[in-house]
């Protein structure tokens, strides 16, 4: 990584800390989009949105965040709220597009049209993914007709309910033509990258303002996609390499 970016050694940590501290989070989420403007060639963008939780410290789950408490005879359980990060991603690079963060839990559904906003700057979008926890009539309309989304896939949540029974128009529709399960099992993707993500950059976050939670998760992202993009010319180079004539090196 050092050599890639032609560094001659790592800074030391205070100097990240500084940098973390002044540098404005809407600069960090334009190096972010511009991944994918600056190493691929895409016309359209196909996109899985998806997220995953990220503990606010490095204590285990069940110390931290459970809390068990008596309240009029009777045991509550109170779960501390983690930082949710809901992602975009590039599914044929695995490359993040954008990001929204929130403190969970909480329905997902709220996040699927800005994500899909920040996502129509960068490129037109062809096909945007998402389970179940996005279902809504307005999440279809607004992708279709206002972010010209070519196609939306999101499962109904009731997918017994005859289409006749089901509301809203774009809803109807995609339970009658219905989808390619190969395009809807793009999003799997999805997880794979939380969890390299996780298993490389750890799965907590140690900041203690909510300001700098976020830097330090859109941080964490922008390494991610750095990683993938370092892996990705490597192998572009190896392919080159393994295709050249055999001859080219024989007087």
């Not at 970016?5 to 989009?33: C, G, M, N, W, Y």
């Not at 996502?119 to 179940?132: E, L, T, W």
Request: hydrophobic share 35%; aromatic share 8%.
């Amino acid at each position: 990584m050092v050599k890639f970016i032609d560094l001659r050694r790592l800074p030391h940590f205070t100097t990240l800390q500084k940098f973390a501290q002044r540098i404005k989070t809407t600069v960090l989420e334009r190096v972010l989009s511009g991944f994918i403007r600056a190493e691929t060639r895409l016309k359209k963008l196909v996109l899985g949105v998806d997220s995953t939780g990220f503990k606010l410290t490095k204590a285990s789950f069940s110390y931290y965040t459970i809390v068990l408490k008596r309240n009029k005879g009777k045991t509550v359980k109170r779960i501390k709220k983690h930082l949710k990060a809901a992602l975009i991603v590039e599914l044929r690079k695995q490359l993040i597009v954008a990001q929204k963060l929130r403190r969970g839990p909480a329905n997902d559904v709220k996040d699927f049209i800005p994500l899909l906003k920040k996502a129509c700057k960068v490129s037109p979008i062809k096909r945007a993914i998402g389970d179940k926890g996005y279902d809504s009539e307005e999440n279809h309309r607004v992708a279709s007709e206002e972010l010209g989304v070519e196609d939306t896939i999101i499962p109904t949540r009731n997918e017994d309910v005859p289409a006749w029974k089901t509301k809203g128009k774009y809803r109807k529709e995609l339970k009658k033509k219905g989808y390619r399960k190969e395009d809807y099992n793009q999003r799997n993707m999805n997880e794979t990258l939380f969890s390299v993500m996780k298993r490389l950059f750890g799965e907590a976050v140690t900041s203690r303002k909510t300001g700098m939670q976020n830097k330090e998760m859109i941080l964490k992202m922008n390494a991610y996609n750095t990683h993938k993009t370092i892996r990705i010319k490597i192998y572009i180079k190896i392919q080159r390499v393994s295709t050249e004539p055999i001859f080219n090196n024989l007087g």
